[in-house]
C-alpha cells in the first residue's frame, strides 16, 4: 500500500505504463534524432576542416611575395609581420628561388618542374610539408614523384639540377609519400640556410607561414598584413573555395535537417503526450475535488514529466550512439571503406540533451501546468469536449509563415552572398512549412470529408464508419497526420539532399569528360607538355582529334568597345584551345570565318565583365616584364558552359593567338576522341607515350566514374549515415504515433463492438483509419518536402534530385511498417471482450 | 434529548450563469441550515439547481451571491484557489454518481488517497484506512485494484474515501444513480450508518422520492429555489415518507 505522495506519483507511473512508454519513447525519438543530426554533421564538418588541417598543417595563413617578382621580406617587414595581433607562431621559408633565373634550355624539363623549399626547420614547416625529422645543410627531403623520377631511394645521394645555379648533390634524408588518392609534384625541400647560400640569396626569404590564436578574426588579420606592403599575398588557408564550399553545404543541409528534426519531435512529442495529459486530467480533476492542491497537481505532474524527460533522452542518447556506431560499421562493411570513425564531441552532445530535455520538460509541462490550475469542475467539463476550434492565432501563424516563408524563398534565391542566400532560402522553405502545417487545421476536415465516398467505394460501409467516426476529431486527425508527415517530410529531404550532392558531382564529371579519353599532367602547372605534345597524340593509331587545352591565365582588359559599365573587374582568365577543331566536333557553337582573336564566354563570366556577342576587348598578357600592346579579341559566342571546363569564371581563346601566350603556357588537358574500334590500340599507344613522358596520365568517364564513386562514398559516407538514421527514426515515429492514436481510441472501438460492430469489421475499421491517416500523411510530406528540397538545394546552387523510387521504397516502408504494426494491434483489440475494454478504459 | 448543532448555514445563495446578454439564474436566494449528525436531501427535476447547489456546497463552483457559515463561522472566499482545496479537505467529502475512483490504484490506496494528499503519517493514513475499509465492508478486497469491483463496491470505496478524513460534511450526488434497486438500498443504508456511527452530517442530492426518503429533511427545489420543504418524522416507515415525498412533489 502506497503511504507517501512519491508513492503515489510511482504508482502512477507504474499504473500508466503503456502511455508512459509511448511518451518515453516519443521523446527518445526526438532526442535521438536530434543528437544524432547534430552530431553527424557536426563530424562532417569537422572532417572536411580535418582534410585541410591534413594538408596544411597547423599553418591558418601565408604571407609573402609572388615568386615570379622575385621581391624578399626584409627585416622590418618580418618584424611587422610577426608583430600582427593573434599570431601564435610563425615559420619562414624561401619557395622557388629558382624562377626567373637563367631558364637555359641546358636545363632539364624535370629541373625546371621541381617546387623548391627551403624550411626553417621549425614545427610549422615542418607540418605543413610532412617532414618528420630535421633537415641538415647538405640534406634533402623529396617527393615520391620526385624519388622516382630522380631514381634515388632514401638515405642514398643524389645530383639535384635547378635553373641557374650549378648542380648539387644532397643526402636524401626523407621521401615524403603520396597521399590516398593524390600524386605529389616533383618536390624537393632543403634546409633554409642551404638553400639560401646555394642561390645566393643569404638571409632572403620570400614566404612566411602563420599559426594564428584560437578565435582570430583571420580576415581582418590578412587585411592588416596587407598594409605592410601592397605587394604582399596573404593566403588564408581555410578558405579554399572548394573547402567553404563543402562546409556551407553541410551548414545549410545540417540547418534545415536540424530544423525539420526539431519541427518533427515536436509534433511526436505532442501526439503521443496529448493523449497522456488528456487522460490524465479526469484523474488530477478527481484528486483536486477530494483535496488535492494545485502544488500537489503539479508536482505529481512533474514527477512523472521529469521521468518521461529522463528516460526518453537516455534512450535518445543511446539511440543515437547506437544507430551512429552500427550504422558506421554496416555502412563501412557494405561500402568498402575503412576507417570511419564518428567521433562524440561529449561535451557539447550531452549541453544538446540538456538543453533538449529542460526544453521538453517545459514544453509538456505548459499544458499540463494549465489542468492542475483549473479548477476540478472545469477540467471535468473540458475532458469531456473532443473537438476544438481552430483558433484565430492559428490562421494567423499560417498565414504569416507562409508569407515569411515565401518571402525569405525568393531573397534566398536573389540577394546577398552565397552562404547567407543558402541559410535565407532554407529558412524561407521552413517558414514555409510551418505556415503549411499550421494551416492545415483548416483543410483536414473538409479533405477527410472530400475523400469519404472515395473512401467507401474502397472499402465498403464499415470504411465509411470508420472515416465518419473520426472526421470532427480536428485535433487528433491534424497532430497524427502532420507527425506521420513530419517522418515522410524529414525522410524523403534527406534522401533527395543525398541524391542531389551525388547528382551533381556526377554531372560534374560529364561535363569535364566530354570525350573518350582525357589526358592530363601529373605535374600540374610544372607541366612540360606544350600545344606541340597534340602531334604526338595525333601519331597514336586509333586517335581521331587531339584537342589540348592550357591551364588557365589571367590578362587585364585595356580597351573596351560597345560596353563601358562602371564597376565591372579589368582582369579577365582565360584558357587555350582549339576553338575551330572543338566548334566543328559539336564542343562549342558553329564559329564562322578566322578563330585567332575569337573569345568565347560562358553566360555568367559574359554578365560579370559586361560583355556581349560581337563586343570586342583589348587584352595584355599578364606576365612579369612584358610591356606588349596586347591583342584585340571579339566576343564570338557566349555558352551555357565551356566544354571539358568545371569553372564558369573563364572563357576560351584560341592557341593561334600568340600574343596572350607566355613561355609558362603549358597543358592541362588534352581532349582525345578515338575511334572506338582501336581502343587497345590507343591504349597501347599512351602506354608507350608514358615511357617518354613519365608526368602523363589518362582517364576515361568510366574510370573518373569509378573514382568519384569511391570519393563519395568517403566523404558522403557519414551524411548517409545521418539520413539513415533519420528515416529510421521517422519512421518509427510514424508507427509510436499511429500505436498512440489507436491506444486511445480503445474505448471508442470498444462502443462500436457494444452497436454492433463484429470483431472482424472493427479489425477493418482500424486498419482503415491507420490507412487513411498514412495516405494523407505522406501526401502531405512529399508536398512539404519537396518545398524543403527545393529551399535547400537552391541555397546550394544546384538543381534537386529526386530519387523516385528510393521515395517510392520508402513511402512504402512506411505506409507497409503502419499497417504492419495496426494489423496485430487490430487484430488483439478487435478480440477483446467489449465490456472489459469498456470497463477498463472507462471514465 | 441531544442538543441541535448547526454544521453548515447558507444564506441568499445566488448562482447566475450569463450566456451572451441573457441572465440564467440557476440558484435564487437559497437559505437552509445542516444539523449534525443529519442528512438532508435535495430532490428536484433536471435543471432545477441541486447539482449546481452541491457544487457551491464543496467549492467546486463559485456563487454569485450569499454567504456560507460552517459551524457557526462565516467561510470567505471558500470558492476560491487556495481556499477552495484547503476548504473541501478541511471541511468536505465527495460521492459522485459514477464513482470517480482511481483505477491505477488499489482499493486502499484510493480510500488512503485524501490522507496521503493531506499528509498524515504513515501510521495515520493506514489505521484509519483500515478502520473505514472495514467499516464500509470491504476491508478483505483492500488489495483489488477499483475496476474489478462491482458497481456498488466501488461506490462504498467511494464513500470510505470521503469519510477517511472525518469531514463536517459528506456531499452525496446521485450517489445511487449508476446502481441497482437492491445495490442502491445498500449504498443508502450505509450512509445511514454512516450518519449514526460517526454522527456524519450528509448533503444528498437525488431526484429519487425513495432516495429521498432515506433524508431527515427534504427540500425541494424549482428554477433554482428551495419551493417546499418535508421533515421526516423517525417513526414514519420508509415506504410511509415516500408516499409523502411523491405528494409534496406534485404539489410543489
Redo the contacts between chains.
Keep these: 500500500m502506497i503511504i507517501s505522495f512519491s508513492g503515489l506519483s510511482r504508482k502512477f507511473i507504474i499504473a500508466n505504463k503503456i502511455r508512459i512508454t509511448l511518451s518515453v519513447i516519443a521523446v527518445a525519438l526526438a532526442v535521438g534524432l536530434i543528437v544524432s543530426i547534430s552530431m553527424l554533421f557536426d563530424n562532417m564538418e569537422q572532417s572536411f576542416k580535418n582534410v585541410v588541417r591534413i594538408t596544411n598543417g597547423e599553418t591558418d595563413l601565408m604571407v609573402g611575395f609572388n615568386v615570379a617578382t622575385q621581391r624578399y621580406l626584409n627585416d622590418t617587414q618580418i618584424k611587422e609581420i610577426q608583430k600582427v595581433n593573434n599570431i601564435e607562431k610563425t615559420s619562414m621559408l624561401l619557395i622557388n628561388p629558382q624562377i626567373g633565373m637563367d631558364q637555359s634550355t641546358k636545363t632539364s624539363s624535370l629541373a625546371k618542374s621541381i617546387y623548391t623549399i627551403g624550411t626553417d626547420n621549425s614545427i610549422l614547416a615542418k607540418d605543413r610539408y610532412k617532414i618528420d625529422k630535421r633537415i641538415g645543410q647538405d640534406e634533402v627531403v623529396i617527393s615520391h614523384t620526385l624519388a622516382e623520377n630522380l631514381n634515388t631511394k632514401e638515405f642514398e645521394e643524389v645530383k639535384i639540377d635547378l635553373p641557374g645555379v650549378k648542380p648539387r648533390v644532397w643526402k636524401v634524408v626523407g621521401i615524403i609519400p603520396n597521399p590516398k588518392g593524390m600524386v605529389l609534384p616533383n618536390m624537393a625541400i632543403f634546409n633554409l640556410n642551404s638553400l639560401q647560400k646555394w642561390f645566393g640569396l643569404e638571409n632572403k626569404i620570400n614566404l612566411m607561414l602563420i599559426k594564428t590564436m584560437p578565435n582570430a578574426n583571420q580576415k581582418n588579420m590578412s587585411l592588416n598584413l596587407k598594409t605592410i606592403d601592397k605587394d604582399l599575398r596573404v593566403d588564408i588557408l581555410e578558405e579554399s573555395e572548394e573547402v567553404q564550399k563543402n562546409i556551407l553545404q553541410i551548414e545549410v543541409i545540417g540547418y534545415g535537417l536540424g530544423f525539420l528534426a526539431v519541427i518533427i519531435s515536436v509534433l511526436f512529442i505532442i501526439t503521443n503526450f496529448r493523449l497522456f495529459i488528456y487522460e490524465y486530467q479526469r484523474e488530477l480533476a478527481i484528486m483536486r475535488a477530494i483535496g488535492g492542491t494545485v502544488s500537489q497537481s503539479f508536482r505529481l505532474i512533474l514527477t512523472q514529466n521529469i521521468f518521461i524527460v529522463l528516460c526518453g533522452t537516455i534512450l535518445g542518447l543511446c539511440l543515437a550512439f547506437s544507430c551512429s556506431i552500427l550504422l558506421s560499421n554496416f555502412l563501412a562493411v557494405l561500402f568498402k571503406i575503412s576507417n570511419i570513425e564518428v567521433q562524440f564531441n561529449w561535451g557539447r552532445i550531452l549541453l544538446i540533451c540538456c538543453i533538449g530535455a529542460v526544453s521538453i520538460l517545459l514544453f509538456l509541462h505548459l499544458p499540463a501546468l494549465k489542468s492542475a490550475k483549473i479548477l476540478p469542475l472545469q477540467a471535468i467539463r473540458e475532458n469531456e469536449q473532443i473537438d476544438f476550434q481552430p483558433n484565430s492565432m492559428h490562421k494567423w501563424v499560417s498565414v504569416t509563415s507562409a508569407i515569411i516563408g515565401i518571402i525569405l524563398f525568393l531573397s534566398g534565391r536573389f540577394i546577398g552572398e552565397a552562404g547567407i542566400r543558402a541559410l535565407t532560402a532554407v529558412s524561407g522553405g521552413i517558414f514555409f512549412i510551418i505556415g503549411i502545417f499550421f494551416g492545415f487545421t483548416y483543410i483536414v476536415k473538409p479533405l477527410m470529408i472530400f475523400l469519404l465516398p472515395l473512401w467507401e467505394l474502397i472499402g465498403g460501409r464499415v470504411a465509411f464508419v470508420a472515416v465518419k467516426n473520426i472526421i470532427n476529431q480536428t485535433r487528433q486527425n491534424t497532430l497524427v497526420i502532420l507527425s506521420l508527415a513530419g517522418a515522410v517530410t524529414i525522410a524523403v529531404t534527406g534522401l533527395t539532399i543525398l541524391e542531389t550532392v551525388k547528382t551533381s558531382s556526377i554531372n560534374n564529371v560529364y561535363k569535364e569528360y566530354v570525350s573518350d579519353i582525357i589526358l592530363t599532367s601529373s605535374y600540374h602547372t610544372a607541366s612540360n607538355l606544350k600545344y606541340d605534345f597534340k602531334k604526338t597524340i595525333d601519331e597514336i593509331d586509333g586517335v581521331k582529334e587531339a584537342l589540348p587545352m592550357s591551364w588557365g591565365d589571367t590578362g587585364k582588359i585595356t580597351f573596351r568597345k560597345n560596353s563601358n559599365k562602371a564597376g565591372v573587374p579589368d582582369r579577365i582568365g582565360y584558357i587555350f584551345a582549339d576553338l575551330s577543331a572543338l566548334s566543328r566536333l559539336g564542343f562549342l557553337p558553329p564559329l564562322e570565318g578566322e578563330t585567332r582573336n575569337m573569345i568565347i564566354l560562358t553566360k555568367e563570366y559574359a554578365e560579370t565583365l559586361d560583355l556581349n556577342v560581337g563586343d570586342e576587348i583589348k587584352v595584355v598578357r599578364n606576365e612579369f616584364g612584358y610591356n606588349g600592346e596586347g591583342t584585340t579579341l571579339k566576343v564570338a559566342a557566349i555558352v551555357d558552359a565551356l566544354p571539358a571546363t568545371l569553372s564558369s569564371k573563364i572563357c576560351l581563346v584560341d592557341w593561334d593567338n600568340k600574343d596572350l601566350q607566355t613561355k609558362y603556357t603549358v597543358l592541362e588537358k588534352v581532349i582525345i576522341e578515338i575511334d572506338k574500334s582501336k581502343e587497345v590500340e590507343v591504349i597501347k599507344g599512351l602506354n608507350e607515350l608514358k615511357a617518354q613522358y613519365p608526368e602523363v596520365q589518362w582517364k576515361g568517364l568510366k574510370e573518373a566514374l569509378e573514382e568519384l564513386t569511391q570519393l563519395l562514398k568517403q566523404r558522403y559516407t557519414l551524411l548517409s549515415i545521418a539520413i539513415a538514421i533519420i528515416v529510421l527514426i521517422s519512421t518509427f515515429g510514424t508507427v509510436t504515433t499511429l500505436n498512440s492514436y489507436i491506444q486511445a481510441h480503445r474505448r471508442e472501438y470498444a462502443i462500436l463492438r457494444a452497436i454492433g460492430v463484429t470483431p472482424r469489421q472493427l479489425f477493418v475499421v482500424i486498419l482503415t483509419q491507420s490507412a487513411l491517416y498514412s495516405i494523407i500523411g505522406v501526401f502531405i510530406g512529399i508536398i512539404a518536402s519537396v518545398i524543403i528540397s527545393y529551399a535547400i538545394v537552391t541555397g546550394l546552387e544546384v538543381k534537386p534530385a529526386f530519387n523516385w523510387l528510393m521515395i517510392l521504397y520508402i513511402v512504402a516502408g512506411i505506409i507497409g511498417l503502419s499497417l504492419m504494426l495496426a494489423l496485430p494491434l487490430a487484430r488483439r483489440i478487435s478480440k477483446k471482450s467489449v465490456t472489459e475494454e469498456l470497463i477498463s478504459i472507462a471514465r | 434529548m441531544t442538543a441541535v448543532c448547526s454544521v453548515l448555514r447558507i444564506k441568499g445563495i445566488e448562482k447566475v450563469y450569463s450566456i451572451g446578454n441573457n441572465k440564467v439564474f440557476a440558484l435564487r436566494n437559497v437559505d437552509f441550515e445542516l444539523n449534525k449528525g443529519e442528512i438532508v436531501v435535495v430532490m428536484g427535476s433536471s435543471g432545477s439547481g441541486k447539482s449546481t447547489l452541491l457544487?457551491i456546497l464543496?467549492g467546486?463552483?463559485a456563487p454569485t451571491k450569499g454567504e456560507i457559515f460552517i459551524d457557526g463561522l462565516e467561510v470567505k472566499d471558500y470558492y476560491k484557489?487556495?481556499y477552495?482545496?484547503?476548504y473541501?479537505?478541511n471541511n468536505i467529502?465527495?460521492v459522485?454518481q459514477?464513482y470517480?475512483?482511481?483505477?491505477?490504484?488499489?482499493v486502499?490506496?484510493n480510500v488512503?488517497?485524501?490522507l496521503?494528499?493531506?499528509?498524515e503519517s504513515?501510521s495515520v493514513?493506514?489505521e484509519n484506512?483500515h478502520n473505514m475499509l472495514k467499516l464500509v465492508g470491504l476491508y478483505e478486497r483492500?488489495?483489488h485494484r477499483s475496476?474489478e469491483l462491482s458497481g456498488g463496491q466501488q461506490q462504498r470505496v467511494a464513500v470510505a474515501?470521503?469519510l477517511v478524513?472525518s469531514p463536517s460534511i459528506l456531499l452525496a450526488d446521485e450517489p445511487t444513480g449508476n446502481l441497482d434497486s437492491q445495490t442502491s438500498i445498500e449504498i443508502l443504508e450505509l450512509l445511514v450508518e454512516m450518519k449514526q456511527k460517526l454522527n456524519q452530517s450528509i448533503v444528498l442530492v437525488t431526484h429519487d422520492p425513495k432516495v429521498a426518503a432515506y433524508g431527515d429533511r427534504v427540500f425541494f427545489f424549482k428554477d433554482g429555489r428551495i419551493v417546499n420543504e418535508y421533515q421526516a418524522e423517525a417513526h414514519v416507515p420508509n415506504i410511509e415518507r415516500t408516499l409523502m415525498i411523491m405528494n409534496n412533489l406534485q404539489g410543489s
Excluded at chain 2, 100 to 106: D, G, M, S, V
Excluded at chain 2, 116 to 119: N, P, Q, S, T, V
Design positions: 457544487n464543496g467546486l463552483d484557489e487556495p477552495a482545496t484547503e473541501r479537505r467529502g465527495f459522485f459514477s470517480n475512483l482511481l483505477h491505477a490504484l488499489t486502499e490506496e488512503a488517497l485524501p496521503i494528499l493531506k499528509h504513515a493514513i493506514k484506512t483492500r488489495t475496476i474515501r470521503a478524513t
